[in-house]
């Protein structure tokens, strides 16, 4: 990515603190509202550590298939050490250019990365461009309106936004809903 927002790596244990994942309870946010389930092909763009996609992982089972997306190779490295499943790919590349082939995921996610570029729209137009027709983007971000720790509220993308965005990349049926105390959700359908 070409921008200064990415996350500091020297920061990379806060993403896989205890309280935190207790926090965002990650399973029931895949499958309660992402629609998660065994056998899938999910894409977690800017996966960080893996704390989501190895949970995604475990959910899509051994015949689902899971990308893990960053252009980061410390936190891929990271990720590596943590021993993933063989349903487990790792994709060293930009998450708004993956690489990857069109129409090939039912699900992809984009958990609190679109306020780490200066151009959020190609992150959801590359999520548009991996799903198949029917399939689902989960995007979970900092709220805006709370003075919370996070990044800082200049870059945090607001729920009209991140809806005029899915909007504008094709999607449908848009949803957003506070999910924890510093966090929302916004969901949509390609």
């Not at 896989?16 to 065994?38: F, Q, T, Y």
């Not at 056998?39 to 990308?67: H, N, S």
């Not at 060293?92 to 690489?99: P, R, V």
Request: charged residues 30%.
């Amino acid at each position: 990515m070409t921008t200064d927002l990415h996350f500091d790596i020297s920061k990379a244990s806060r993403l896989d603190n205890e309280g935190r994942i207790r926090e965002l309870r990650i399973p029931e946010l895949l499958r309660d509202i992402g629609g998660a389930k065994k056998g899938i092909t999910c894409v977690d763009l800017g996966c960080g550590t893996g704390t989501f996609a190895l949970r995604l992982a475990a959910i899509a089972g051994e015949k689902g298939k899971v990308f893990a997306v960053d252009d980061s190779t410390a936190m891929l490295d990271i990720l590596k050490s943590r021993t993933p499943p063989a349903n487990f790919r790792w994709v060293k590349a930009d998450f708004t250019t993956t690489g990857l082939e069109s129409n090939s995921a039912d699900f992809c996610l984009a958990a609190f990365v679109l306020h780490e570029t200066k151009e959020p729209q190609k992150i959801i137009n590359e999520a548009f461009r991996l799903l198949k027709p029917g399939g689902i983007l989960l995007a979970v971000e900092w709220r805006p309106e709370l003075d919370s720790p996070g990044p800082s509220q200049r870059i945090r993308i607001t729920h009209e936004k991140m809806e005029a965005m899915f909007r504008q990349a094709g999607f449908q049926d848009f949803t957003d809903q506070n999910w924890t105390e510093k966090h929302y959700y916004g969901r949509g359908k390609k």
